[in-house]
């Protein structure tokens, strides 16, 4: 089973940026289509943005215009840019397969407060 490990939250303006890094392990990273995802206080968890292993990426409309997704498969890492972060950008953000199929991990935490 892939794993996926996020990394790079933290606390920014409304109006900034952030960029967060998922690292996964497993030769397969590749040939997977992939996620973000996020997840709210009371809020289920929602697929942001995705990309496929052909990089052609997808965004919730949410997102869109503000959000970049890419991925590095020599390093078997995917990013997220995220720039004009809103408050309800506020939210715990995973990475795992798109459908997910992997156990979730711990997520990194983003915040956009003043």
């Known amino acids: 089973q892939v794993q996926f490990v996020e990394s790079g939250g933290g606390l920014v303006e409304p109006g900034g940026s952030l960029r967060i890094s998922c690292a996964s392990s497993g030769s397969i990273f590749r040939i997977l289509s992939i996620g973000w995802y996020r997840q709210a206080p009371g809020n289920q968890r929602e697929l942001v943005a995705g990309i496929s292993q052909y990089g052609i990426p997808n965004y919730a409309d949410s997102v869109k215009g503000r959000f970049t997704i890419s991925r590095d498969n020599a390093k078997n890492t995917m990013y997220l840019q995220m720039n004009s972060l809103k408050y309800e950008d506020t939210a715990n953000y995973y990475c795992?397969?798109?459908?997910?199929?992997?156990?979730w991990g711990q997520g990194t935490q983003v915040t956009v407060s003043s």
């Open positions: 795992n397969s798109n459908p997910p199929h992997s156990s």
